[in-house]
């Protein structure tokens, strides 16, 4: 839609740089793999510069609060306290924790425990005990621009069998990163993903995945971990997503709580484990933004 740019025109990404001396070529790259049958992203997924540097700012808040709960977190403690931590630090650092009220949540964290997949509510009756396993899920708006990353944490003395899982599912997530890069596609991750959790013997949740993350809190593309490498959206230089498998020891399938609408339970009450990172397609690989 719109007319079409000219090549003497300033630049569409904000650079104040002309359009033939910047974005040209990559639009014309676009076009060629949307041709050929291939998803691409829409400029609106492109980060500018300044946006770039504004989430960079958001996501110092947001690891930094991750950083803070890593230092408290211990046997004992409700996770209404970790909860008070996350609203603490992030407001203190001028940030908003961006799960306060989205969509209704209650609470600024997820605190997901052993079967709990994710968007465990923070409770002061949820208390850690010695061999759990939680995941954190934080996310920061500072001057409007979204962060989003998350951490496991073991309770004490857990088991074996656990810390596996925990170890394992973060090794996903390194391994699904080291196939982000320009002009490759969205699926290389999600198999890298895929494929390691199944040599392990886990089974990886299906629909609750992923997402384009900066500009707003949740964007395109939405990002599984079932697709095969060379399918879906090609990854061009200025995209931010995250990259957030849930790791299950047993079955993928999973139950919704009734009362509460949000949280996500393993259908078998098996363990679950979660690592959630962001990052940003740069010109010669990426860059992690928030972890
Ligand atoms: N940080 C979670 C995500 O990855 C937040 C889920 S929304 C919430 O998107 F409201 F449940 F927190
Ligand atoms: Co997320």
């Not at 306290?81 to 609470?107: C, H, R, S, W």
């Not at 509510?121 to 962060?147: A, E, F, H, M, R």
């Not at 995250?242 to 709580?257: A, C, L, R, W």
Request: proline share 4%.
């Amino acid at each position: 839609m719109g007319h079409k740019i000219g090549r003497n025109d300033p630049c569409w990404c904000g650079s104040n740089k002309k359009y033939k001396n910047c974005h040209a070529d990559f639009d014309e790259k676009l076009a060629i793999l949307h041709s050929q049958g291939h998803t691409v992203p829409g400029h609106e997924l492109i980060k500018t510069p300044a946006q770039i540097e504004g989430i960079k700012e958001s996501a110092k808040i947001n690891v930094a609060v991750l950083d803070a709960v890593g230092e408290q977190i211990k046997e004992g403690m409700s996770t209404e306290d970790i909860d008070k931590i996350v609203y603490k630090v992030t407001t203190e650092m001028g940030g908003i924790p961006a799960q306060l009220n989205y969509e209704g949540f209650p609470k600024s964290v997820c605190t997901s425990i052993n079967d709990v997949v994710c968007h465990g509510i923070p409770s002061p009756d949820v208390i850690l005990k010695d061999g759990d396993i939680i995941n954190v899920d934080c996310s920061t708006i500072y001057k409007g621009y979204y962060s989003d990353s998350s951490r496991m944490f073991c309770i004490g003395n857990v088991s074996e069998e656990k810390r596996k899982l925990v170890r394992v599912t973060k090794e996903c997530v390194e391994l699904g990163l080291e196939q982000v890069k320009p002009w490759g596609f969205l699926g290389d991750m999600s198999q890298a993903v895929y494929d390691h959790a199944k040599e392990n013997g886990y089974s990886i949740v299906r629909n609750i995945g992923g997402h384009g993350c900066g500009v707003e809190f949740h964007e395109e593309p939405w990002v599984g971990y079932i697709f095969k490498k060379g399918t879906q959206m090609v990854l061009a230089p200025g995209m931010m997503f995250t990259i957030e498998p849930m790791v299950n020891m047993g079955t993928h399938k999973y139950t919704t709580d009734e009362e509460n609408g949000w949280t996500i339970r393993t259908a078998d009450g098996k363990p679950s484990a979660q690592w959630e990172i962001q990052v940003l397609v740069t010109e010669t690989g990426h860059e992690v933004i928030s972890w």
